[in-house]
């Protein structure tokens, strides 16, 4: 089993449509979530982070993590074209001083 | 929000010379660098860790003598491809974490790398 699974996509929608990005992992000693978007040929810009359960909200998006059931989700509320990106989740130990463990990336294209 | 500055964006040379790049955290001390290895539609590959003052940690099957990392200061770390080959051409990010409790400060990336070896 993959230590960390991402539907790589391609997910098209509609503009102004609610998306729903999506991971589950087997670590139980992940202890801090993120979510960075990727644009083409630029580095990974952080969206979101967060080291509890439940929901956080930022603007249109919103970080939820269940970490009993070992997954995390973002969701993109009123999604604009300018939101077309690959969209990484991470994951990180606690106390860990080194390596972010990465999703494969979902590619997103909102179309107008 | 935190920023990374990572230069040059763009590098094309010839097969045989040695490239360095820079990166920079340009609103915080970065006591942890990170410098990753990209390919087209692919995830980030961890090349080295390197914390201010301290030699580089590198990843399993990462060449250090290819892949030099110097992390002179608080603001700066380079890496420098030595006599670099085709099959090096790739997308090289670096990424910046600064001082927190338990190390639980966000890493912040650089905008990049493409380097083009002919």
């Known amino acids: 089993q993959k230590e960390v699974e991402q539907d790589p996509g391609p997910l098209s929608v509609p503009e102004g449509a609610i998306v729903s990005l999506n991971c589950t992992y087997s670590n139980s000693a992940f202890q801090y979530f993120m979510w960075y978007r990727q644009y083409s040929r630029k580095g990974p810009e952080l969206l979101m982070y967060t080291y509890s359960s439940g929901n956080k909200e930022d603007g249109r998006f919103t970080a939820q993590v269940d970490k009993s059931s070992k997954y995390i989700s973002l969701f993109i509320r009123d999604s604009q074209p300018s939101d077309s990106a690959t969209y990484l989740c991470a994951f990180r130990s606690s106390g860990s001083a080194r390596q972010l463990t990465f999703g494969s990336g979902t590619q997103l294209t909102v179309l107008p | 929000g935190a920023v990374v500055s990572q230069h040059p964006s763009r590098v094309i040379c010839k097969s045989g010379t040695s490239v360095k790049i820079e990166c920079r955290s340009l609103d915080f001390q970065a006591t942890t660098m990170f410098w990753y290895r990209q390919f087209p539609k692919k995830s980030l590959m961890l090349m080295a860790t390197s914390n201010e003052g301290s030699k580089a940690t590198y990843e399993q099957g990462v060449e250090k003598d290819k892949f030099l990392i110097n992390h002179a200061s608080l603001t700066l770390s380079t890496l420098t491809v030595t006599s670099a080959h085709p099959e090096d051409s790739s997308f090289y990010i670096c990424?910046?974490?600064?001082?927190?409790?338990?190390?639980?400060?966000?890493?912040?990336f650089g905008d990049g790398t493409r380097l083009s070896i002919l």
């Open positions: 990424s910046a974490r600064g001082r927190g409790l338990d190390n639980n400060q966000p890493q912040h």
